[in-house]
């Protein structure tokens, strides 16, 4: 007589192993994109550590912003895979007490990586300092937003789901209009790798409020369909643009991005007037 407990496990048993805890919740399907969208973006971050090497040391300030972002994002794939992160919440547009997967730990990733998008964007500017952390801070609040309006059950939600997008509205404007007229260190190349990027990043962020409101918001599509929705929109704002980034700004100088902390700067290497001038030495 074979003992089922000894067989062999195959497959994914992820939703197995750690039951869903809603009514509504992803499958084991779901969980394989999960895997899968893991399993890339551990591998760029892998390819982002090995290339951060390519560069000598004081030159490495957005491949190690990018590492951050990266490896942020794997940990917290691995946990939506695994089907853990996440916690029950009541329906809006459901039966009476039938409850949603909401992951919380999304909402713990995007309040790092979203920042950190920000300033790997922003930091080849003339911004200035207070400029760049309200537009993190706005990202901060489109995030914080996002998640206490996913854990009411009440049209309350669509209140958070406002300011999140007011918040949107501001990055925008960072992005696409203030940014774009301040003093480039290299008006060429920084330049124009620059509102490509920014035009990139601010027509991904559009995207995920209009994702939120079909899933958490008014449960529209299933959590499977949105962890597909969501998963690739964090590979494509994530690892793609990252690369994307630091390809379209591998010219540059990189004096002229104003970055060194005064600590460490290669030898005989200039201090860019227009850096010292903006007091980002």
């Not at 916690?87 to 790092?112: A, K, L, M, N, S």
């Amino acid at each position: 007589m074979i003992v089922p407990e000894l067989l062999p496990r195959t497959g994914n048993e992820a939703t197995q192993i750690n039951p869903p805890n809603a009514v509504y919740h992803i499958s084991t399907h779901g969980s394989d994109w999960l895997w899968a969208a893991f399993s890339l973006i551990a591998f760029c971050f892998v390819c982002m550590f090995a290339l951060s090497f390519t560069r000598p040391r004081g030159r490495r300030a957005f491949h190690h912003i990018a590492m951050v972002i990266l490896l942020t994002s794997s940990i917290a794939y691995f946990s939506m895979a695994s089907d853990l992160g996440a916690t029950p919440i009541d329906t809006e547009f459901r039966g009476h007490h039938e409850t949603r997967q909401i992951w919380y730990v999304r909402y713990i990733q995007w309040f790092i990586t979203f920042p950190l998008l920000l300033l790997e964007v922003l930091l080849a500017t003339g911004v200035t300092l207070s400029d760049i952390m309200m537009a993190v801070f706005a990202a901060w609040v489109m995030d914080v937003s996002g998640l206490i309006g996913s854990l009411v059950a009440s049209t309350y939600k669509w209140g958070y789901f406002t300011f999140g997008c007011v918040a949107l509205f501001y990055i925008w404007y960072v992005l696409l209009w203030s940014a774009p007229r301040r003093t480039f260190a290299e008006e060429g190349e920084l330049k124009t790798g620059y509102l490509l990027s920014s035009a990139y990043l601010a027509f991904m962020l559009i995207t995920y409020p209009i994702c939120w409101a079909c899933s958490e918001g008014a449960n529209v599509i299933s959590p499977t369909s949105e962890m597909v929705w969501y998963g690739i929109l964090d590979i494509i704002a994530g690892p793609f643009f990252l690369f994307f980034f630091l390809f379209v700004t591998r010219k540059v100088e990189y004096h002229s991005f104003g970055l060194h902390s005064g600590k460490y700067v290669p030898h005989g290497e200039p201090v860019h007037p227009k850096a010292a001038e903006a007091g980002r030495v």
